[in-house]
T-cell receptor, first 115, second 112 residues
Framework: KAGVTQTPRYLIKTRGQQVTLSCSPISGHRSVSWYQQTPGQGLQFLFE???????NKGNFPGRFSGRQFSNSRSEMNVSTLELGDSALYLC??????????????FGPGTRLTVT | DAKTTQPTSMDCAEGRAANLPCNHS???????VYWYRQIHSQGPQYIIH???NNETNEMASLIITEDRKSSTLILPHATLRDTAVYYCIVRGRGNAGNMLTFGGGTRLMVKP
């Protein structure tokens, strides 16, 4: 079974621009979560999608948004990029957010650098 | 979620077993112990989880003490590719448990 895939793997953007990152979950997994990882803040939860609906959201400004498609693929968008948005963005999938579905499988991440 | 305590770093010789301890003395009855690892510049990788019985899979074994206040992750034959930061996480049931939080972890260095 193929793992979680994320595209692109590396991205360089300029302040003020916007960016869209893509995640394809493991086949059969319908829950997709997004995380931001930085050396200073560690791993921070952004949001989770299940059945095309956002189920949980972390403490990030409205510039961070996401969506999920009917095939469970997900995208996240960051508008008006700031230097502090430079980070590794990770996508994780699991079968569902329900009880028992505790294992989350992470993708390799997208390394975003904002200059 | 219960707090966990892990050593900051450990070394292991290649081919030997790596035993990574984790203390979670405030764990409650319905909380699971999860282990993840993160190799430099890659996403976290799920390794194994357990409730109270010892567990084994193709990657590792998880030994949980009878009082559940501590556990040990065992990599039976460590390789150089097992060099990573290993995170022990205790998490309860339910939808709220999808927000994964990693602590400091143990930096395992496997040496030739």
């Amino acid at each position: 079974k193929a793992g979680v895939t994320q595209t692109p793997r590396y991205l360089i953007k300029t302040r003020g621009q916007q960016v869209t990152l893509s995640c394809s979950p493991i086949s059969g997994h319908r829950s997709v979560s997004w995380y931001q990882q930085t050396p200073g803040q560690g791993l921070q939860f952004l949001f989770e999608y299940f059945s095309e609906t956002q189920r949980n959201k972390g403490n990030f400004p409205g510039r961070f948004s996401g969506r999920q498609f009917s095939n469970s693929r997900s995208e996240m968008n960051v508008s008006t990029l700031e230097l502090g948005d430079s980070a590794l963005y990770l996508c994780a999938s699991r079968e569902s957010p329900g009880q028992g579905a505790y294992e989350q499988y992470f993708g390799p991440g997208t390394r975003l650098t904002v200059t | 979620d219960a707090k966990t305590t892990q050593p900051t770093s450990m070394d292991c010789a290649e081919g030997r077993a790596a035993n990574l301890p984790c203390n979670h003395s405030t764990i409650s009855g319905n909380e699971y112990v999860y282990w993840y690892r993160q190799i430099h510049s890659q996403g976290p990788q799920y390794i194994i989880h357990g409730l109270k019985n010892n567990e084994t899979n193709e990657m590792a074994s998880l030994i949980i003490t009878e009082d559940r206040k501590s556990s040990t992750l065992i990599l039976p034959h460590a390789t150089l590719r097992d060099t990573a930061v290993y995170y022990c996480i205790v998490r309860g049931r339910g939808n709220a448990g999808n927000m994964l939080t990693f602590g400091g972890g143990t930096r395992l260095m496997v040496k030739p």
